[in-house]
C-alpha cells in the first residue's frame, strides 16, 4: 500500500498525492455562499439588476465606463456604482425610489407672546439696576459692599 510523505494514513484510491481531485460531474464550485457570486441580470431595456447592497457592492464597473444605476431586485431602491476620490470602484449613493409626495405645508401656529420680554422691558429693567446701583454706592460714601461686609 503507498503512502505519501505528508501523513503515516494510506492514500485510499489517489494515485498522486500531490493533486487535487476535480469535483465531480455537474457541481457548480462558483456558486459562492449565499449567490454573491452570481451575476447580475441585465434586462432588455438596458438596466442592470443586482440583488441587494451587497450584490451592488460586488458588481464590477465594466471596462471604460465611470459610473452606473445598479436596480435592485430585492427591494424599491437603486444604487449609483462609480470612482470615489481615490480611484476606488465602490456605491456612492443608495435610494429609495417610489411614487413623489409633495409635503403638506406647514400651517402657521400663533405664538404667546406674553411670556417674553421687549426691547421695552429690558431696558426699563436696565436702568432699574443703574437706578439701584447708584443708590448703593451713594449711601456707603462711593463704597459699594457685600451684604455679609461688615461696615466698621
Do not use: C
Not at 481531485?21 to 452570481?38: D, E, F, I, R
Not at 440583488?51 to 449609483?80: C, H, K, Q
Not at 443708590?135 to 466698621?152: D, F, K, Q, T
Request: proline residues 9%; negative net charge; aromatic residues 10%.
Amino acid at each position: 500500500m503507498p503512502y505519501n510523505n505528508y501523513n503515516s494514513y494510506p492514500n485510499q484510491g489517489v494515485t498522486n498525492p500531490r493533486v487535487i481531485p476535480s469535483p465531480a460531474p455537474g457541481v457548480n464550485v462558483n456558486a459562492g455562499w449565499g449567490g454573491y457570486n452570481q451575476a447580475p441580470q441585465q434586462s432588455s431595456d438596458g438596466k442592470v439588476y443586482v440583488s441587494g447592497r451587497a450584490g451592488a457592492d460586488a458588481y464590477p464597473l465594466p471596462m471604460g465606463v465611470n459610473y452606473m444605476i445598479l436596480w435592485d431586485t430585492e427591494s424599491r431602491r437603486f444604487y449609483e456604482k462609480g470612482y470615489d476620490n481615490n480611484g476606488i470602484p465602490r456605491v456612492l449613493t443608495d435610494n429609495d425610489y417610489g411614487p413623489h409626495v409633495e409635503p403638506e405645508p406647514v400651517q402657521s401656529q400663533s405664538v404667546d407672546m406674553s411670556a417674553y420680554a421687549t426691547k421695552d422691558d429690558i431696558q426699563k429693567m436696565r436702568n432699574d439696576f443703574d437706578r439701584i446701583l447708584s443708590e448703593l454706592a451713594v449711601g456707603n460714601g462711593g463704597r459699594i459692599v457685600r451684604m455679609n461686609e461688615s461696615n466698621g
